[in-house]
């Protein structure tokens, strides 16, 4: 994709809310019952994340993070920058803030354009509220080893085109497929999925 307009045009997009249930759904795990369409517990914690466009040459990409294996919530999996919310903070200072620890980008350099509806994770017991926004300046990432084990940028064209793998989940006894991205040898599932398929959405319906 080579729209440098993009992120104008996702910025004007997201003036007003945007959510696509089609979209979710498409990539939610087949044990999942909807739920992360459904209200969310009341004792649930309260994360944001960061989907960040970053320019590599004619390429709109998202940088993406597998998690360190010894970190206490969604160990190894593959993520999107952030994390808790702090007291005091709101969910795009911390999406920022996150980010800037997690994969050393600086907040000046990043220019939020909105948000995606909040996805309910019933499973770890989070209530995720997704930030879009953009790259200003180069993309020299410096990740912090202690959280991240491995980043990498999978396309935005990869997300659009509307393709996704299936992949199998053991949990103990449990087995269940989900619908993922594969990407470099990395399979993108769960939550991760959900809101990048979100935001595949979102851009398509911008280029229309």
């Known amino acids: 994709m080579s729209d440098v307009d993009l992120p104008e045009r996702l910025r004007q997009q997201l003036q007003t809310p945007w959510q696509s249930r089609e979209a979710r759904a498409r990539m939610a795990p087949r044990l999942s019952y909807g739920r992360h369409q459904g209200p969310p517990n009341p004792n649930a914690k ?13 390429e709109w990409c998202v940088p993406l993070t597998k998690r360190q294996p010894y970190l206490p919530d969604h160990p ?3 993520s999107l920058p ?20 997690e994969i050393g980008i600086a907040a000046s350099q990043i220019a939020l354009l909105g948000s995606l509806a909040e996805l309910n994770l019933y499973n770890s017991n989070f209530r995720v509220l997704p930030w879009i926004g953009v790259l200003t300046g180069e993309p020299n990432f410096r990740c912090n080893e202690a959280e991240v084990a491995e980043l ?10 509307e393709t996704a793998d299936c992949m199998e989940i053991r949990r103990g006894s449990l087995s269940f497929s ?11 599932w769960g939550a991760t999925s959900i809101m990048l398929s979100e935001f595949a959405a979102l851009t398509r319906s911008v280029q229309r």
């Open 46 to 58: 309260i994360a944001a994340v960061l989907i960040l466009l970053v320019r590599r040459d004619d």
């Open 76 to 78: 190894g999996q593959i």
């Open 82 to 101: 952030g994390g808790l919310i702090e007291p005091g903070e709101s969910a795009e200072q911390a999406a920022v803030r996150e980010s800037e620890e």
């Open 152 to 161: 990498f940028e999978i396309p935005l064209s990869k997300l659009i085109a």
């Open 178 to 188: 989900a619908p993922c991205y594969t990407w470099l040898g990395h399979q993108v």
